[in-house]
């Protein structure tokens, strides 16, 4: 089911993150690339929703789908990452404890399919969480200024990326204590 509309969705959310980077090289004033830049992300954000709805609701639910859809979760938190480093909006110690975290974790949970032991790594609410943490803080430090003349969002997501790195660092120990039995039995 490569050309579902859930599928579809999740193709517009990898074809999406040029744009985001691209929008920073735009020749405008910093506060209205900044503003593209979120609305961007929080639309593209919005899909990652919207294409597990619709493939629920279509029952068009897929393994490529299901393959697809981390993977471009994570392209977009990368690149959204490493966009906010080169503007010094993020520490490269948070950038790297995420990006390595997404690294480890994927080919962890691809070496537990391959010996048939998916289950033990299978998504975990901790991990939803930061997910959240981390798509909250996003935009705000795209942001990068007052939301409604009130809110810091730099301040607000620093403070929610410091979170979301608690709950990254949380979520690998979780993952690997739970791959642990399966990765000692195949090593003695």
């Not at 900044?34 to 619709?54: E, K, P």
């Not at 901790?126 to 795209?142: C, S």
């Not at 969002?153 to 949380?170: F, K, M």
């Amino acid at each position: 089911m490569f050309f579902t509309i859930p599928t579809l969705l999740t193709w517009a959310r990898i074809v999406a993150i040029p744009l985001i980077v691209g929008v920073f090289h735009l020749p405008l004033d910093a506060p209205t690339r900044n503003l593209i830049a979120t609305v961007l992300f929080v639309t593209v954000a919005l899909t990652d929703w919207l294409d597990g709805y619709l493939a629920r609701r279509l029952n068009q639910t897929s393994s490529f789908g299901a393959f697809l859809d981390p993977v471009a979760d994570k392209f977009l938190v990368c690149a959204s990452l490493l966009v906010l480093l080169e503007l010094q909006r993020v520490s490269a110690l948070f950038a790297l404890v995420i990006i390595g975290r997404e690294i480890a974790i994927s080919a962890l949970r691809e070496w537990m399919a391959q010996i048939g032991a998916a289950k033990s790594v299978a998504v975990h609410m901790v991990g939803k969480l930061k997910t959240t943490a981390q798509m909250v803080a996003i935009p705000f430090l795209l942001f990068d200024g007052r939301l409604f003349g009130l809110v810091d969002t730099r301040l607000w997501g620093q403070w929610l990326l410091a979170v979301a790195v608690v709950l990254t660092v949380w979520s690998m120990v979780y993952y690997l204590q739970k791959a642990l039995p399966e990765i000692r039995a195949r090593v003695e």
